[in-house]
């Protein structure tokens, strides 16, 4: 009877996700298993290494509980948007741009740091496998800076040479009130 419980709070937790986060669900499920892995690997390569310690194990799950938190901020900077373009009243949900590149990312991440893990445990892992993640994990940061500058409105100031705001597309650190030559 518990087992049936379980299983069916389980199912009700899994449906209440899918219903919120539509499109990305998916991706969280990946994550949450690369980061398993990563995990298992990990420790893995610090026993061969003769470097296991609870520190730094704890330190691992510190960081991977972090990378959860950097997804829900992300899918709360795309509530926030999806809100502010309906307007007051806009029934939640919509695109998870944001959640979904930073997950991504973090999958990627991960699938890199797997890699790593590997060598250090004497698999041989093909480079061009390591330099396609890495390709990738560029891609997701490119894409991610164009879809930003895309959904983030732009405000630019009346006078374009006015240094007090930044012009709209720059994403210069001074947002382009740095002294042009």
Not at 118 to 139: D, T
């Amino acid at each position: 009877m518990k087992a049936q419980n379980t299983r069916a709070a389980l199912a009700a937790l899994l449906a209440g996700a899918a219903a919120c986060f539509h499109q990305l669900l998916g991706p969280l499920i990946v994550l949450a298993a690369v980061m398993i892995a990563d995990y298992a690997t990990g420790m893995a390569a610090a026993w061969a290494a003769g470097a296991l310690s609870s520190r730094t194990g704890l330190a691992g799950i510190l960081k991977k509980v972090g990378y959860l938190f950097a997804v829900a901020v992300a899918v709360a900077v795309d509530y926030i948007l999806h809100t502010a373009a309906l307007g007051p009243g806009a029934a939640p949900g919509g695109v998870h741009i944001f959640g979904l590149l930073v997950t991504v990312w973090l999958i990627l991440n991960e699938c890199i740091s797997i890699l790593e893990n590997l060598s250090e445990l004497g698999v041989p892992v093909p480079g061009f496998l390591r330099a396609a993640a890495a390709r990738l994990k560029q891609s997701a940061e490119e894409a991610g800076a164009r879809d930003v500058e895309d959904a983030v409105p732009c405000n630019a100031p009346a006078d374009p040479a006015a240094p007090s705001q930044p012009r709209c597309g720059d994403s210069s650190p001074g947002g382009g009130a740095e002294k042009e030559d």
